[in-house]
Nanobody, 122 residues
Framework: QVELVESGGGLVQAGGSLRLSCAAS????????MGWFRQAPGKEREFVAA????????SYADSVKGRFTISRDNAKNTMYLQMNSLKPEDTAVYYC???????????????WGQGTQVTVSS
């Protein structure tokens, strides 16, 4: 099992950028597919982006395509989410997720971090 810790959230104006990080413990990080989800107040948790263990395959929710970029550094046991052109509707708690199977990450997440708050002001 892998333990996940998110960081990098904060308050930013609309149009700004943030980079989230997800640090993972364990020697098996590079065998896990990873992903990002978010949950806004009063809404269900939703998929944002996912990346395969190799970093070759990525997928995004339509709402963030062209603005967010997911990446990973297996040597540092860390995954990233670069968020550009942020909108107020991106405001949410962002969670990272991990599972050995990419499809599981994309659908239900797997193991979860504690989340990091992103607030975008208009």
């Amino acid at each position: 099992q892998v333990e996940l810790v998110e960081s990098g959230g904060g308050l930013v104006q609309a149009g700004g950028s943030l980079r989230l990080s997800c640090a993972a413990s364990g020697r098996t990080f590079r065998s896990y597919a990873m992903g990002w989800f978010r949950q806004a107040p009063g809404k269900e948790r939703e998929f944002v982006a996912a990346i395969s263990w190799s970093g070759i395959n990525t997928s995004y929710a339509d709402s963030v395509k062209g603005r967010f970029t997911i990446s990973r550094d297996n040597a540092k046991n860390t995954m990233y989410l670069q968020m550009n052109s942020l909108k107020p509707e991106d405001t949410a708690v962002y969670y990272c997720a991990a599972d050995p199977v990419l499809q599981v990450v994309k659908s239900t997440g797997g193991s979860w971090g504690q989340g990091t708050q992103v607030t975008v002001s208009s």
